[in-house]
């Protein structure tokens, strides 16, 4: 069970900046920021990302990410529960760090799958399963890598809580009609 809640609380940072570009677009004075971050290049005919990810999302998702850790930081120094599962010892930390490669992180890792996705031919909102899953978690967790210290079980069970976490938010996503598809 603490392995568990390790997972969700360590790394709630990169899951919301995940989710925040579907929300940037939505939010009347930043939805007119529409500048792709492949700047409508292409390569091989295909585009390098596709006109789904911009230039908005990453830093509405880097300053979501920033704000969680401020978040985290203000409940661990008010919980002693917290003491006990997180990961970080946030007086150790720089939360502009810490909150900036994971948010970073999370959206390059879907920023490369989402590349790999075009050249593979496969539609811009169509599920691509299970990179569409994982690639936020592997660029989050690989951009903290030198800086956080974690087992390969810790690994592990985010890797699974954040799979499965994934599969719920996109599902939620799609009841709210923020999405097409379910998964």
């Known amino acids: 069970m603490k392995e ?5 609380w360590f790394f709630v940072p990169a899951g919301v900046a995940n989710a ?5 677009n939505i939010v009347p004075l930043l939805n007119r920021w529409n500048t792709p971050i492949d700047f409508g290049l292409s390569w091989h005919g295909k585009r ?11 830093v509405a998702g880097v300053l979501v990410s920033i704000l969680v850790v401020w978040l985290q930081r203000i409940w661990f120094d008010h919980s002693a529960w917290i003491h006990t599962i997180s990961y970080l010892n946030y007086d ?18 879907d920023a490369v799958e989402s590349f790999f996705k075009r050249q593979a031919g ?7 399963i299970p990179f569409d899953q994982l690639d936020y978690i592997a660029g989050g967790l690989l951009l ?3 800086f956080v210290d ?7 069970w985010i890797f699974i809580v954040w799979f499965g976490m994934h599969l719920i938010v996109s599902y939620i996503g799609y009841l709210l009609h923020l999405k097409d598809q379910p998964i």
Do not use: E, Q
């Open 92 to 109: 150790d930390v720089h939360i502009w760090m810490i909150g900036s490669l994971m948010g970073l992180g999370a959206l390059l890792g």
């Open 20 to 24: 925040t570009p579907i929300f940037a």
């Open 48 to 58: 390098l990302l596709g006109d789904n990810k911009r230039i908005r999302g990453v």
């Open 122 to 128: 496969v539609m811009p909102g169509h599920s691509w």
């Open 150 to 156: 974690l087992s390969i079980i810790s690994y592990t």
């Open 144 to 146: 903290t890598l030198p």
């Open 4 to 8: 568990l809640l390790l997972a969700l």
